[in-house]
């Protein structure tokens, strides 16, 4: 049985450029969230999405932005890269309250 | 104030050594914590859940203090492969939502 599984694991952009990332959650999971964790700083909340609608939002610009697809799968965009928004980015599924994180994609932006 | 604090760290400690890691958080609605390590460069992964009883695994005692919103996690007779960053997280539910926050972790080095 798969867990979570991100694409890509690594990868740069250039300030100022667009990027999307993407998630597969663990079989049975219905709910999709993303954390944002810059070097030595615990992940942040980005948001969730649950039946391919954004439920909850922490304090990002809307410059991210998300979407789930029917098949509970999701992708994050960020638009207009800024050097800050380099950080490791973990998508994490759930049922209800059990989490399992995928290994992340480290983003760095130059 | 953050909604959920740690001590900052590092903590370096000799193997054998008995550690302990404190934490607190601002919602007093918050209805589950956690213990999660991290690795360097990996995804965090859950060390144990914490109940207001207080909960052991091996050498591992995590205990809640619901009044004081106080977490604690013990490591007793440290090993080589303890080595992460602990993060204490803690549950959130509005209404059908869940998310779960974290601290900024705190990164335990053990030496030989």
Redesign the interface.
Known sequence: DAGVTQSPTHLIKTRGQQVTLRCSPKSGHDTVSWYQQALGQGPQFIFQYYEEEERQRGNFPDRFSGHQFPNYSSELNVNALLLGDSALYLCASSLTAGYTFGSGTRLTVV | RKE?EQDPGPFNVPEGATVAFNCTYSNSASQ?FFWYRQDC??????LMSVYSSGNEDGRFTAQLNRASQYISLLIRDSKLSDSATY?CVV?N??G??????????TLLTVNP
């Not at chain 2, 460069?41 to 859950?46: D, Q, S």
């Open positions: 959920v589950s460069r990996k995804e965090p992964k859950l993060l549950g539910s509005g059908s939502n869940y998310k779960l926050t974290f601290g900024k972790g």
